[in-house]
T-cell receptor, first 109, second 114 residues
């Protein structure tokens, strides 16, 4: 069983839609949870990170962590074509992190 | 501030050869981590170097090795290349050891093994 599971998509939504991206994990010891965005031919770019459970908001992006369900989510409000990219979740502890395989998002104008 | 620089950007090698990839971290960053990204396996951690010492290692065979220099620049070497080593190799730098929450990635080196 993989440490982190992420639906690869692709996910296609119209501009302005609310997007929900999700990951599940198996290791209850994970404390750090992150979301990265990766555009084609680029390296991943850190969007948000949270420590332990709870919500974190940054502009149009909200990250949620539910440790009891071992489930994390990233919500994108008012999605834009420029949000079209692959979104990777990552989680772990101090110096060992595991990445999801990425969800490809396409926001249509 | 310059970002993380990886060279070369693209590389084609033959099975059995060896390859060396280079990563220059952001100025002041002392931690460099290497990752392999493939469509099937996603992003997998190879190793982390901090202050010229390997601090953490992923589950890759010994054909994958690395080193870090006193200026924090890092190289990754893969010997006896196999077709399955074709991937995007990414390095990430951060100011602190294990600082994955502050990691910045380079654009990667696309390695194709034929």
């Amino acid at each position: 069983q993989k440490e982190v599971e992420q639906d690869p998509g692709p996910l296609s939504v119209p501009e302005g839609a609310i997007v929900s991206l999700n990951c599940t994990y198996s290791n209850s010891a994970f404390q750090y949870f992150m979301w990265y965005r990766q555009y084609s031919r680029k390296g991943p770019e850190l969007l948000m990170y949270t420590y332990s459970s709870g919500n974190k908001e940054d502009g149009r992006f909200t990250a949620q962590v539910d440790k009891s369900s071992k489930y994390i989510s990233l919500f994108i409000r008012d999605s834009q074509p420029s949000d079209s990219a692959t979104y990777l979740c990552a989680m772990g502890n101090f110096n060992k992190f595991y990445f999801g395989s990425g969800t490809k998002l396409n926001v249509k104008p | 501030k310059a970002g993380v620089t990886q060279t070369p950007r693209y590389l084609i090698k033959t099975r059995g050869q060896q390859v060396t990839l280079s990563c220059s971290p952001i100025s002041g960053h002392r931690s460099v981590s290497w990752y392999q990204q493939t469509p099937g396996q996603g992003l997998q951690f190879l190793f982390e170097y901090f202050s010229e010492t390997q601090r953490n290692k992923g589950n890759f065979p010994g054909r994958f090795s690395g080193r870090q220099f006193s200026n924090s620049r890092s190289e990754m070497n893969v010997s006896t290349l196999e077709l399955g080593d074709s991937a995007l190799y990414l390095c990430a730098s951060s100011p602190r050891e294990g600082g994955n929450t502050e990691a910045f990635f380079g654009q990667g080196t696309r390695l194709t093994v034929v």
